[in-house]
Nanobody
């Protein structure tokens, strides 16, 4: 069982930066992928990126590659989504999620946090 609590959303101007946090609790966290997703009204949830907790490899969607990173602070048991050079099209509700390495689907989800980028 994994619990995810997000924080850090808000309003930022285009070109600015914002960092989202996802506090992770539960056992065997190293056996999980931690993903970030985003969703705008009327659209499906889109994949943003993930970090593989065993080895800390990171992967990103093309739309955010070079602008977003996913660091992890082991002391705080927190996964971050560092967002730089933000664009208005990055406006969305952002979710962190977890899945076991052997699975396809993300099973655990945070509550979501709103990010709004003004032009």
């Amino acid at each position: 069982q994994v619990q995810l609590v997000e924080s850090g959303g808000g309003l930022v101007q285009a070109g600015g930066s914002l960092r989202l946090s996802c506090a992770v609790s539960g056992r065997a966290i190293s056996s999980y992928d931690m993903g970030w997703f985003r969703q705008t009204p009327g659209k499906e949830r889109d994949y943003v990126g993930r970090i593989r907790m065993s080895g800390m490899s990171t992967y990103y969607a093309d739309s955010v590659k070079g602008r977003f990173t996913i660091p992890y602070d082991n002391a705080k048991k927190t996964v971050y989504l560092q967002m730089n050079s933000l664009k208005p099209e990055d406006t969305a509700v952002y979710y962190c999620a977890a899945r076991v390495l052997s699975g396809n689907n993300y099973t655990y989800w945070g509550q979501g946090t709103q990010v709004t980028v003004s032009s």
